[in-house]
C-alpha cells in the first residue's frame, strides 16, 4: 500500500501509448492497490497507470458504486453525448468543458484477470472515455472547449 507520485501535464509519459499486460504478476496487484490508494487520496474518481509513470494498460474507477479495475480496456461501443466539465488529476487546479459519449460500453480484465464488460452513462462514461484516453496518450486539455478555467475545489479525473 502506498501513494504514487502523479505525473503531471507536461511530463512524456502522458502522451505515450501504454503496453498491453500480458500476464497478472504481484507487480501488477500491487500497482493496482497503489492506483486506489492514490485516486483516493487525491480526491479523483479515476486513474490511468501513465499517470503513476507507468506504461501499461491499467485503468481504475470509482465513480461512488463500486471500484473497477480494467486491464487493457477496449471500448465496445459508444452513443448519445454529454458536455460537462472535466478534471484531471495531472492537471490539477483545473478544469474545462469537454463533450463525450453519454454512454460507453468496455470490455476489460478485471484484478483477477478476468474478462467483463462494463457499460456506463454520464459520470462513469465520462470516467471511462477520459481513463482509457489516458493509456492511449491522450490528455483532456486537448478536447476542451473553450477556456482551461480554475477550480476552487476538484471533482477531479
Ligand atoms: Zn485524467
Redesign the pocket.
Known sequence: MAIRNIRELGDEILTKEAREVTELTPKITELIEDMFDTMYEANGCGL?AP?VGVRKQVVVIDCGDQPLVLINPVILETSGSQTGNEG???VPGKCGVVTRPNYAKVKALDENFEEYIIEGEELLARCLC??ID?LHGVM?VDKVEGKLMDVEQGEE?
Request: charged letters at 20%; one cysteine or more.
Open positions: 490511468a499517470q484531471c488529476l495531472s477520459h481513463e489516458h483532456y479525473e
